[in-house]
């Protein structure tokens, strides 16, 4: 039992790690696609996301799921 502890507890901080790196990738990518028009004053109010701005968006917020349900598996398995 404990092994299956220990294994599973790697493959969560793995999992936890890779999605953490592309977590941030995809912050930046989508930060960096919205060309900083609201920080100048110009509102984001009514602005929609299209094609691969929203598939990125999706994405985003997917592997933040992910991210957070591997952090509180790992909190409850220690």
Do not use: D
């Not at 936890?16 to 920080?39: C, D, K, P, Y």
């Amino acid at each position: 039992m404990m092994y299956l502890s220990h294994r599973m507890a790697t493959i969560l901080h793995t999992i936890q790690i890779i999605s953490a790196v592309a977590l941030i990738a995809l912050v930046l990518m989508n930060r960096s696609s919205n060309e900083g028009g609201s920080a100048f004053g110009e509102s984001s109010f009514m602005h929609t996301r299209r094609g691969a701005e929203r598939f990125l968006f999706g994405l985003t917020v997917v592997i933040a799921i992910t991210f957070a349900a591997t952090s509180i598996a790992v909190i409850a398995l220690a």
